[in-house]
């Protein structure tokens, strides 16, 4: 069965940071990318990053220069640093997996429906 499980969300403040993980399992993590998306409340799901099955790394421009993605293929893990967190950045996070990264952070195309995702607070 195909899973991916995101973690480490929570509640921090204005300026503070973050790391978010993705924990997959299923599949053959080396052959797809996989994409971080989310949601604020009212809002469209949005891709933040993408890290591609090579390893290239892919932001949107609200968080280039604040997030960082990165796999830990010997744990078939992807990771979110987000640092310099911000009030917009209070979404809940998901992980998915598809077969290319898009310029701007993104996953045009994924495989499999969406998890629980993770729930990032910032106050500000």
């Known amino acids: 069965e195909v899973q991916l499980v995101e973690s480490g969300g929570g509640l921090v403040q204005a300026g503070g940071s973050l790391r978010l993980s993705c924990a997959a399992s299923?599949?053959?993590?080396?052959?797809?990318?996989i994409g971080w998306f989310r949601q604020a409340p009212g809002k469209e799901r949005e891709g933040v990053s993408c890290?591609?099955?090579?390893?290239?790394?892919y932001y949107a421009d609200s968080v280039k220069g604040r997030f960082t993605i990165s796999s830990d293929n010997a744990k078939n893990t992807v990771y979110l640093q987000m640092n310099s967190l911000k009030s917009e950045d209070t979404a809940v996070y998901y992980c998915?997996?598809?077969?290319?990264?898009?310029?701007?952070?993104?996953?045009?195309?994924?495989?499999?429906?969406w998890g629980q995702g993770t729930q990032v607070t910032v106050s500000s």
């Open positions: 998915i997996r598809g077969p290319r990264c898009a310029p701007g952070g993104r996953l045009p195309l994924f495989f499999g429906s």
């Open positions: 299923g599949f053959t993590f080396d052959d797809y990318a």
């Open positions: 890290i591609s099955s090579s390893g290239s790394t």
